[in-house]
């Protein structure tokens, strides 16, 4: 593996290669398994360069009798919380023996398109927040490279109010991907709450529609001051 990897970097320098020989190089690709943080290196806690290798069924290759094909929503799920935690996602698809991809893949993919279609703004050029920004129960969080964009995605739709602490103060303005609606929002506690509820300075609460907006997972783009 050493000869090969010094074969391919002398004829491309700039080339990235992975760890799949098992010899550090450029990226980390966990496979068929989703990180629950930013991966580091094991010895300087580096924060590493990743990339999750995922399949839209059990198989990488195609098979006719496959069952366990992934849902829309846990593949949009999975596209989200991989860079929420700073990673790259790589699907793998399998062609048939005609050379065509199989309906379920085409519908996997068709999933991934309408989505992406009105959400990409949250995950092409994005990736972990800030650590002062801590994404509430249900929501995933990534942020703009610039950082004057922080993205909410509902993985569990809130019922009308969305409570981020930490952001009173921080935003200038709201709005669904989706549509481009903007979304109205106080500081310290929802306006309809009773004069006994708790106030915090640095809370900033969304409101939000009663049902929820026909997206798998809706996102809101809140720019920042």
Request: glycine share 6%.
């Amino acid at each position: 593996a050493e000869k090969l990897i010094a074969t391919a970097r002398s004829l491309q320098p700039n080339i990235i290669i992975d760890n799949r020989t098992e010899i550090e190089q450029d990226i980390v690709t966990p496979e068929q398994y989703q990180v629950q943080s930013w991966p580091r290196h094991k010895e300087t806690g580096e924060l590493l360069v990743w990339e999750a290798c995922q399949t839209f069924s059990g198989s990488w290759g195609y098979y006719r009798d496959e069952m366990t094909w992934k849902s829309p929503e846990m593949l949009i799920h999975m596209l989200i919380r991989t860079v929420s935690l700073g990673g790259n996602l790589l699907m793998n698809v399998g062609p048939t023996a005609r050379g065509y991809l199989d309906h379920r893949a085409v519908e996997a993919l068709a999933a991934y398109a309408e989505w992406m279609k009105y959400n990409s703004r949250s995950i092409y050029g994005c990736t972990m927040a800030e650590p002062e920004f801590t994404a509430p129960n249900g929501c995933l969080f990534t942020q703009s490279d610039d950082g004057k964009r922080l993205y909410v995605h509902l993985i569990e739709y809130p019922f009308q109010f969305l409570e981020l602490p930490g952001l009173a103060g921080k935003v200038e303005y709201a709005q669904f991907l989706h549509d481009g609606s903007e979304i109205f929002y106080t500081e310290g506690k929802p306006e309809h709450f009773s004069s006994g509820c708790t106030e915090r300075s640095d809370l900033l609460v969304l409101n939000l529609p009663a049902v929820k907006p026909p997206v798998i997972v809706p996102v809101i783009e809140l720019f920042l001051k």
